[in-house]
């Protein structure tokens, strides 16, 4: 079945240090994905997506790209902010599914020290 | 972008007691949308799919007669929690399909349920 892996927390950076939160996924077919972000107290918004191999989403200086090779849609930045502070979820969801289910991964805290 | 709304953010209430929460698409309409269920600190759980004018369709483990979903309209979907224990505290977020090619669902802000 379709499943998404990602790496664990929390996670703990310096203001201005390179972010890499790691994600693998295991899906039949070809898979739309996502990057989620859940800031305290609130539901979740879309960071970013990519919908074909190859593709890169980006949004906020947040960056990932679909790597069907690696299976990979690790989410990167250059440079974070102590606002970036959230929990990071990779999802994944197959466009042929009629009932357009989500699947999360577990989530990654990332906390950004000033 | 497309926005959902959620109602009530936050409810207390007494342990035995039935919940509603709202879930609106505001500016589409939403042959589908989905109820998830958030422990601290973890992800999300899908409990259902809520399809309009039919039945939800519920993930595995969960009760169906305990968690009641309506979907009347294209624009909204409930979620009652019927006689509610303290082990139904929960963050309930809802998601709406937006229809699209790549089944992008736009997301509540979540309500935030504590049973006493």
């Known amino acids: 079945g379709n499943s998404v892996t990602q790496m664990e927390g929390p996670v703990t950076l310096s203001e201005e240090a390179f972010l890499t939160i790691n994600c693998t996924y295991t899906a039949t077919g070809y898979p739309s994905l996502f990057w989620y972000v859940q800031y305290p107290g609130e539901g979740l918004q879309l960071l970013l997506k990519a919908t074909k191999a190859d593709d890169k989403g980006s949004n906020k200086g947040f960056e990932a790209t679909y790597r069907k090779e690696t299976t990979s849609f690790h989410l990167e930045k250059g440079s974070v902010q102590v606002s970036d502070s959230a929990v990071y979820f990779c999802a994944l969801s197959d466009p042929r599914s009629s009932a357009s289910k989500i699947i999360f991964g577990s989530g990654t805290r990332l906390s950004i020290r000033p | 972008g497309a926005v959902v709304s959620q109602h009530p953010s936050r409810v207390i209430c007494k342990s035995g007691t039935s919940v509603k929460i709202e879930c609106r698409s505001l500016?589409?309409?939403?042959?589908?949308m989905f109820w998830y269920r958030q422990f601290p600190k973890q992800s999300l759980m899908l409990m259902a799919t809520?399809?309009?004018?039919?039945?939800?369709?519920?993930e595995q483990g969960v009760e169906k007669d305990k968690f009641l979903i309506n979907h009347a309209s294209l624009t909204l979907s409930t979620l009652t929690v019927t006689s509610a224990h303290p082990e139904d505290s929960s963050f309930y977020i809802c998601s709406a399909d937006s229809g699209d090619t790549y089944n992008e669902q736009f997301f509540g802000p979540g309500t935030r349920l504590t049973v006493l």
């Open positions: 500016d589409f309409q939403a042959t589908t």
């Open positions: 809520s399809n309009e004018g039919s039945k939800a369709t519920y």
